[in-house]
């Protein structure tokens, strides 16, 4: 006898999941019929089972009026205490703000000789430390040996 729909079971040996992979089809696109023809019936009767229309108010909602209604008489009232506030004490402080002091920019250092700038290693002449490394004008590696700049 079939099973939903299914073939009756062979006699050769098959897969574990043969069976299993058209029987989850077949729910899933039941479940997924079924949620379409609930969301198409929410849409269209606004979900509230009243057919549609306006929106329900139950209970009504009230109105406010203006007239607190009758006050009663007889019911003498409290006279209020008498309430003073002193003055807050001005203080004699004063915020002044001063304008941001602009530093002077560093000076650069001044080149020994005309027209040879200090921040650039020159090719033979002294340094001071032995295996410092330093940059000449074209951006050329130069290393301290024997107390001068050599060509890395």
Same mark, same amino acid.
């Given at each position: 006898?079939? &099973?939903?729909?299914?073939?009756?079971?062979?006699?050769?040996? &098959?897969?574990?999941?043969?069976?299993?992979?058209?029987?989850?089809?077949? +729910?899933?696109?039941?479940?997924? +019929?079924?949620?379409? *023809?609930?969301?198409?019936?929410? +849409?269209?009767?606004?979900?509230?089972?009243?057919?549609?229309?306006?929106? +329900?108010?139950?209970? $009504? *909602?009230?109105?406010?009026?203006?007239?607190?209604?009758?006050?009663?008489?007889?019911?003498? &009232?409290?006279?209020? $205490?008498?309430?003073? *506030?002193?003055?807050?004490?001005?203080g004699t402080q004063t915020a002044v703000i001063t304008p941001k002091t602009t530093s002077k920019p560093k000076p650069r250092p001044k080149p020994t000789q005309p027209g040879i700038d200090p921040?650039?290693?020159?090719?033979?002449?002294?340094?001071?430390?032995?295996?410092?490394?330093?940059?000449?004008?074209?951006?050329?590696?130069?290393?301290?040996?024997?107390? &001068?700049?050599?060509?890395?």
């Amino acid at each position: 006898m079939p &099973r939903f729909g299914l073939p009756a079971p062979r006699n050769q040996p &098959r897969a574990e999941n043969d069976d299993w992979f058209p029987l989850v089809v077949k +729910v899933a696109g039941v479940l997924v +019929v079924a949620g379409l *023809v609930v969301g198409f019936l929410l +849409v269209t009767r606004g979900g509230d089972g009243a057919g549609g229309g306006g929106a +329900v108010t139950n209970p $009504p *909602v009230p109105t406010i009026t203006d007239s607190p209604g009758a006050e009663p008489t007889d019911t003498p &009232r409290p006279a209020l $205490p008498a309430v003073t *506030v002193a003055q807050p004490a001005v203080g004699t402080q004063t915020a002044v703000i001063t304008p941001k002091t602009t530093s002077k920019p560093k000076p650069r250092p001044k080149p020994t000789q005309p027209g040879i700038d200090p921040r650039f290693a020159r090719f033979g002449l002294p340094c001071s430390v032995d295996g410092t490394f330093a940059v000449n004008e074209r951006f050329e590696p130069l290393v301290c040996r024997n107390g &001068r700049w050599d060509r890395f």
